[in-house]
Nanobody, 115 residues
């Protein structure tokens, strides 16, 4: 059974930082492209950052330079370091693992940026 479990969400002031983590089980983690998506109220889910099997990263323009995605294949974990958070970063963040026809999602973790 495949499981992706996110943690690390919460309430943070504008300008603050949070680190999200995703722990995976039931898959050969190193063979998957990993990504963090987010969905704000009333908006479509969007890809925030991704990292390939080889470690190549990609970010949506709005988080470039503020967020850093990383993976640890030995521990089957992925992280998203979020710095200089803004109100518009408020959303539910989802961990994603995909490979060819297979895509898996976590249950999401809520991030609220507010003063």
């Amino acid at each position: 059974q495949v499981q992706l479990v996110e943690s690390g969400g919460g309430l943070v002031h504008p300008g603050g930082s949070l680190r999200l983590s995703c722990a995976a089980s039931g898959i050969i983690f190193s063979s998957y492209i990993l990504g963090w998506y987010r969905q704000a109220p009333g908006k479509q889910r969007e890809l925030v950052a991704s990292i390939t099997q080889g470690g190549t990263t990609n970010y949506v323009d709005s988080v470039q330079g503020r967020f850093t995605i990383s993976r640890d294949n030995a521990k089957n974990t992925m992280s998203l370091q979020m710095n200089s958070l803004k109100a518009e970063d408020t959303a539910v963040y989802y961990c994603n693992a995909r490979q060819l026809l297979y895509t898996y999602w976590g249950q999401g973790t809520r991030v609220t940026v507010s003063s």
